[in-house]
């Protein structure tokens, strides 16, 4: 601590370059922050997964549907806990650009299956017994202002109605909260029989089924079997983990990760090089000031030491305070209005962001603080 | 001399050279000299004469090619460079040409620098400080950065860093080759003052014979050897 004065003055010495050079790396960690709240964003459900949580599509397309009957099929297969299915609605809220996902489903199955979802008991009753009855996640109620007892009108784009209308009334008798950060509050769920028994065609048919295994380390050869049992027949499935289905469906898009990881390391390399540059400059301008510190009694670790600490208290110092910003900013919410329903930071990714300011500092720091600690007393002070 | 005990600095057959290239280039040749306690010593000598050198070699800044340099009966040459950094620390206080502040720093965070190294408490750092800086007369400008005092008190604040840690041996580096005469006599005074008043040992480089007069000893320094007397 007592040499804090020491380097935080070093830092005031040129303050218009250590400003810009602050600004970068703050920048820097702005972006770093947003890239991680959308890369939750994006993968939102990967991480909260069910191991123990199976997907079973058609083998051709997700968007190809599978008969309901298979579903008695599913529970009988060795190994298979419970097995629920689902199916996507596609309605139109008011326009098109306020998506949000829908779901018809078998309401108390569906509940036992996804313990993540928190409703209140009340609300759960009230479910059970509404035929149009549906439940929304927190977020999408929030954006929309949907309360319980609202009717909401959704503008079929796949099922019209057997009387040729496309619109859907459905009560709002629910909103669920996610048990944790990372669970996706953005979707609607309704009863699928209300959609069985409105819609003018595919009938006995569902979207997907969701299996749960007996044991998460046994969910492959469960998968086999699920795909064995409905093999040669005219819908064959293809059954995978959840996590990697949500991955698989993420990753259409490109492998978010290396997206993310590459552009963190092109604007990384380039603070390296810019933030390098400023502490070498720095310490080339104060040779003749190290060789005074060393002449006074510093050792060439003090010394060593001494610029080190200037390069993480700088990197730092733009670390935080781009991280800071980035969470403040998050805390907003999501800024694409509906594309990416869970968006924050984890705690992970601050923890990896400190890391990396720190590292960034170590990095920065090394040849000027190598050079400052070989530097030669009366050489350096020869330079005067 | 007295005896040995006298005998603050004593150096015996230093020789320094620099290679440059295949080439050795010889600044100092069998150097044989002491200093004894409380001495006020001016090395004189024309430039590239070695004077610096030697001052550095004492001051533990550099070490001989050859030869022994015994200070309060250490000897310094064998030192490493963490032991000698210690040494520097505890011993010897360094006096400037250019004054060598840090321009970043207040009069006083400049005086405190080599208490930094000390284990002494802030508050105890800050007593140090203020009684070096009083020392010298310059205990109401603590708060100025070295561009706002003159050459002259810039030197003084170099004096005060350099006493602040009460130390065996002061070594001076032309001190008042950067000042007007008025200034440099102030410097004098002052260096003269702390030989004096408080049993200072003092070695300094000069090539004034005004500076040099200030002085208890004069050893003359000539094309790296010691002469009774400077060759016209």
């Known amino acids: 601590m007592k040499y804090a004065p020491l380097v935080l003055s070093n830092l005031r010495r040129k303050r218009l370059r250590t400003a810009l050079t602050l600004l970068s790396i703050t920048v820097a960690f702005i972006l770093f922050g947003y890239l991680a709240a959308i890369r939750v964003g994006l993968g939102a459900g990967v991480q909260v997964a069910g191991a123990d949580r199976l997907f079973v599509r058609h083998r051709v397309s997700i968007a190809q549907p599978l008969p309901i009957s298979y579903l008695d099929r599913i529970k009988r297969v060795p190994g298979v806990r419970a097995a629920i299915h689902q199916s996507w609605f596609g309605g139109i809220y008011q326009e098109a650009k306020n998506f949000f996902p829908q779901m018809a489903v078998d309401p108390e199955p569906f509940l036992e299956m996804y313990p993540e979802f928190i409703l209140p008991e009340e609300q759960k009753l009230a479910w059970l017994r509404t035929r149009n009855g549906a439940i929304v996640g927190r977020s999408t109620a929030n954006r929309f202002g949907f309360k319980v007892g609202d009717h909401i009108p959704l503008q079929a784009t796949i099922w019209r109605r057997q009387d040729g209308g496309v619109m859907w009334d459905f009560e709002i008798v629910g909103i669920y909260d996610g048990a944790d950060r990372g669970t996706d509050t953005s979707q609607f769920f309704f009863w699928y029989e209300y959609l069985e028994e409105g819609r003018a065609f595919g009938k006995g048919l569902v979207g997907w089924y969701v299996v749960k295994v007996d044991n998460p380390e046994q969910a492959a050869e469960v998968a086999k079997l699920i795909d064995d049992e409905f093999l040669n027949s005219s819908d064959e499935v293809k059954a995978e983990t959840e996590r990697a289905f949500i991955s698989g469906w993420v990753n259409q898009i490109g492998d978010i990760g290396l997206i993310m990881r590459a552009i963190l390391t092109a604007v990384f390399f380039t603070i390296l090089l810019v933030a390098g540059n400023t502490i070498a400059q720095s310490v080339r301008e104060r040779t003749q000031e190290l060789g005074v510190l060393k002449a006074l009694g510093f050792t060439n670790r003090q010394v060593l030491f001494l610029v080190f600490a200037e390069s993480c208290m700088l990197s730092c110092l733009g670390g935080f305070l781009g991280l800071g910003i980035a969470l403040l900013l998050i805390s907003a919410g999501d800024p694409t209005g509906g594309a990416l329903p869970v968006f924050y930071v984890p705690a992970r990714d601050i923890v990896y962001g400190a890391c990396i300011s720190v590292g960034l500092g170590l990095v920065t720091g090394f040849f000027p603080a190598l050079r400052a600690m070989r530097l030669e007393i009366a050489e350096s002070l020869r330079q005067a | ?232």
Not at chain 2, 145 to 172: H, K, M, N
Not at chain 2, 206 to 225: I, N, W
Request: glycine letters at 10%; hydrophobic letters at 40%; proline letters at 4%.
């Open chain 2, 1 to 232: 001399m007295s005896g040995t005990d006298d005998v603050l600095v004593n150096i015996e057959g230093v020789t320094k050279y620099y290679r440059r290239g295949a080439e050795l280039v010889h600044v100092l040749e069998d150097i044989w000299f002491q200093v004894r306690r409380g001495e006020f010593l001016a090395l004189m000598g024309p430039s590239g004469s070695g004077k610096s050198t030697l001052l550095n070699l004492i001051g533990g800044l550099d070490r001989p090619s050859r030869g022994s340099i015994v200070v309060d009966g250490l000897r310094i040459d064998r030192l490493n460079e963490r032991e000698l950094a210690g040494w520097r620390a505890r011993h010897v206080g360094f006096v400037f040409q250019l004054y060598n502040l840090m321009p970043v720093l207040t009069a006083e965070r400049n005086v405190e620098l080599p208490l930094l190294l000390t284990p002494l408490t802030r508050t105890q750092r800050k007593r140090h400080v203020a009684a070096a800086l009083a020392a010298v007369g310059l205990l109401h400008r603590k708060k100025h950065f070295p561009r706002q005092l003159s050459g002259g008190e810039q030197q003084r604040v170099g004096i005060a860093r350099a006493i602040v840690t009460d130390p065996t041996l002061l070594l001076c580096d032309e001190p008042t080759g950067d000042l007007d005469r008025r200034s440099g006599d102030e410097i004098l005074d002052l260096l003269q003052l702390l030989n004096r008043e408080h049993g200072k040992t003092i070695i300094m480089v000069t090539h004034d014979p005004h500076a040099s007069a200030r002085a208890t000893r004069v050893v003359y320094l000539y094309k790296g050897q010691i002469v009774t007397e400077m060759p016209k």
